[in-house]
């Protein structure tokens, strides 16, 4: 079935350095969503991408839509702690009735 | 405005048993999706439902079923559980997740279903 790879599965970072991580797959998806997850919350929706190529921002998040439509990307600049949390890619399958394929998540760590 | 309400927050019930949960979206919101999140499997989407309709579905099986009303709140009902079936159930409600919508989705807090 599909699947998304996510990497990387950790990060330990330090604060004020910039963070990439990223999503890809074998199957093509005809929208990209990244959420962030914190310890005993629901995600929050981060970004949503519904073209190839496309690239959006958000404060210091960016996410582009890969022009082959198997993968994307979610940079964070001049990380803070707040951004602490387990980051999730979904990809959304086309046809009648897509599917939403999760990611297994980024957990981020920032060291002030 | 107010949040993504669910209910109940927290469930017992034993295998073979039925559950029935309760999702009411934002005020003016016409999509609710449904999602389980397990540590081993982590999060699986189950349905999508738009104006009453099932839009978008993931790989559950047949024992996962979903309705939405006209005022917009879901309900997502588990026949025959089973142990595995033991999960966080949240949902979230939006425009449609591929309307190009810039208003975001948000998730409720999710019902614990523990199964014995």
């Known amino acids: 079935g599909q699947q998304l790879n996510q990497s990387p599965q950790s990060m330990f970072i330090q604060e004020g350095e910039d963070v990439s991580m990223n999503c890809t797959s074998s199957s093509i998806f005809n929208t990209w969503l990244w959420y962030k997850q914190e310890p005993g919350e629901g995600p929050v929706l981060l970004i949503a991408?519904?073209?190839?190529?496309e690239l959006t921002s958000n404060g210091r998040l960016t996410a582009q839509f890969g022009i082959t439509r198997k993968d994307s990307f979610l940079n964070i600049s001049a990380s803070i702690p707040s951004d602490v949390g387990i980051y999730f890619c979904?990809?959304?399958?086309?046809?009648?009735?897509?599917?939403?394929?999760f990611g297994k998540g980024t957990k981020l760590s920032v060291k002030p | 405005k107010a949040g993504v309400t669910q209910t109940p927050r927290y469930l017992i019930k034993t295998r073979g048993q039925q559950v029935t949960l309760s999702c009411s979206p934002i005020s003016g919101h016409r999509s609710v999706s449904w999602y389980q999140q397990t540590p081993g499997q982590g999060l699986q989407f189950l349905f999508e439902?738009?104006?009453?309709?099932?839009?978008n579905k993931g790989n559950f099986p047949g024992r996962f079923s979903g309705r939405q009303f006209s005022n917009s709140r879901s309900e997502m009902n588990v026949s025959t559980l089973e142990l595995g079936d033991s999960a966080l159930y949240l949902c979230?409600?939006?425009?449609?997740?591929?309307?190009?919508?810039?208003?975001?989705?948000?998730f409720g807090p999710g019902t614990r279903l523990t199964v014995l």
């Open positions: 439902y738009f104006s009453e309709t099932q839009r």
């Open positions: 979904a990809g959304l399958s086309g046809g009648s009735q897509g599917n939403l394929i």
């Open positions: 979230a409600s939006s425009w449609p997740i591929t309307s190009g919508s810039t208003d975001t989705q948000y």
């Open positions: 991408l519904y073209k190839a190529g």
